[in-house]
């Protein structure tokens, strides 16, 4: 189980390190279907292993690659809600919970793979820079969803932040992760402690996990930031579609 979870783990960290994001896509899944847990076990393991290994990927990024201002009302505006999604979570069936969570990956993949707008989004100013009076809003209800999903479904919610920076808010992928990397790592934080009354934790499972995505998150995130970023899109919403149609079909057979 060790030996499996700390390969899952490369796979985990070098997904994080090159998109900076969609960690968790892997990590629920590869901690049910791979590893053997059960969900209530998976959730808080994937966010303490997806939490610090954005942590550590976005190392090589944080004097440049960050939009300090935006991760931290998207962060902040997730908090608050993350300790509704973890009552919600309580209350679901283990199957309607991965269905809704391959669900949401199919619109995420989706929204990632169509053609974006060459202004970089409808919040993006001509100098690149981001229209606050008008994304400010969309900015808060995208951190309140991703936060409500993080503690629903135990995700950093990065599938869903790095559409919502790129196509909504108008970032360039560059930007994009490493600031959907201190947002996840916020989430991950308050998505655990929206658990903290219900802990099943292996800990000898989750620190095989970690510290092995950890590792590749950095070798990633180093090699992922001279790939044009079209190709990171494209690539990210193509795992994405695929990693959804193997959930459906596991929580419809089980």
Not at 10 to 27: D, R, T
């Amino acid at each position: 189980m060790i030996v499996s979870a700390a390969g899952f783990g490369l796979v985990v960290g070098a997904l994080l390190g090159l998109v900076g994001g969609g960690g968790s896509i892997l990590a629920v899944p590869a901690l049910v279907y791979g590893v053997g847990l059960p969900l209530a076990a998976a959730i808080p393991t994937s966010l303490i292993v997806v939490g610090a290994s954005s942590a550590v990927a976005v190392l090589p990024r944080l004097r440049s690659g960050v939009n300090w201002r935006l991760a931290l009302i998207i962060g902040a505006a997730g908090t608050l809600t993350a300790y509704l999604g973890a009552m919600v979570n309580r209350l679901l069936d283990q199957k309607i919970l991965l269905l809704a969570f391959a669900a949401i990956m199919v619109f995420a993949g989706i929204r990632m793979l169509m053609p974006s707008k060459s202004d970089g989004g409808s919040c993006a100013l001509p100098d690149g820079g981001i229209n606050w009076r008008r994304c400010l809003p969309k900015a808060i209800a995208t951190g309140a969803v991703v936060g409500f999903l993080t503690g629903l479904l135990g995700v950093g919610g990065g599938f869903l932040i790095v559409p919502a920076l790129t196509l909504v808010l108008g970032l360039p992928m560059s930007a994009t992760v490493g600031t959907s990397l201190v947002i996840i790592v916020i989430n991950s934080i308050a998505g655990f402690a929206a658990h903290l009354g219900d802990l099943e934790i292996d800990w000898g499972v989750t620190a095989a996990f970690a510290l092995a995505a950890m590792a590749a998150s950095v070798v990633a995130g180093r090699f992922g930031r001279g790939i044009p970023d079209r190709v990171l899109e494209r690539s990210f919403g193509i795992l994405v579609l695929v990693i959804a149609v193997f959930v459906a079909v596991q929580a419809l057979l089980s």
